[in-house]
């Protein structure tokens, strides 16, 4: 039996749409012969019809499932995240934390060393979620707000998502009137960490 009649998850393991519900069709064809599906479990179940499923968003939109199998001992509803993406959808999953909503940043230097170019710091930003780091190489720690501005426009960009917090040591690089002015106007909270506790930008210290 369907625990919920009315819900639908997206199945990215999924071939088919599958719905217990016989109410929920649009247009049905009954199926007979026992003919039999194969589940993820392991399992066999029996497919009794097909047919058009109309889904109804809460924010107006509207999405037809197309030969959508009828199993009454289904357990939930099923769309298929393969088809959709076969129609030109873009599925996008999201956790408690999700793409930009926290950025890890730290600024060093090369230990009286400078890189050939003659670079004498270098800037991270990691993202929490995905883990992916940017390294900029700087000549002096008042490039740090330029080098975020740069950052922020190519990752907001690519990923069409907005960066919501920085988080970052209280080094005067983070802490001008400027960076903060700028993180203002762009609706980013600017996390500190306490002094003398790099753990609480772990993610970045290790990094470094």
């Not at 039999?36 to 009794?48: P, R, W």
């Not at 199993?71 to 995240?81: A, E, H, M, P, Y």
Request: one cysteine or more.
């Amino acid at each position: 039996m369907v625990l919920d009649t009315k819900d639908w998850w997206i199945d990215t393991g999924a071939t088919k749409h599958i719905c217990g519900d016989k109410s929920m069709f649009s247009t049905y064809q009954e199926i007979s012969g026992g003919e039999q599906l194969y589940m993820g479990n392991s399992s066999t179940a029996t497919i009794v019809g097909k047919g058009k499923v109309l889904l109804k968003f809460t924010y107006g939109k509207e999405l037809t499932l197309l030969d959508v199998l009828h199993i009454r001992d289904i357990r939930k509803n099923l769309v298929s995240g393969p088809l959709l993406s076969n129609k030109g959808f873009k599925l996008m999953f999201e956790s408690d934390k999700f793409l930009l909503g926290l950025i890890h940043s730290d600024l060093c230097d090369f230990k009286s060393t400078p890189t050939r170019g003659g670079k004498n710091y270098y800037i991270t930003f990691i993202d929490d979620c995905s883990k992916f780091c940017y390294v900029y190489l700087i000549n002096s720690k008042d490039e740090a707000l330029n080098m975020f501005k740069t950052y922020k426009a190519e990752v907001e960009n690519q990923l069409e998502r907005k960066i919501k917090a920085l988080r970052s040591d209280r080094g005067g690089e983070y802490e001008s009137i400027a960076f903060s002015k700028f993180c203002a106007q762009h609706g980013i909270v600017h996390q500190t960490t306490a002094p003398y506790t790099p753990q609480q930008n772990g993610v970045v210290e290790r990094k470094n």
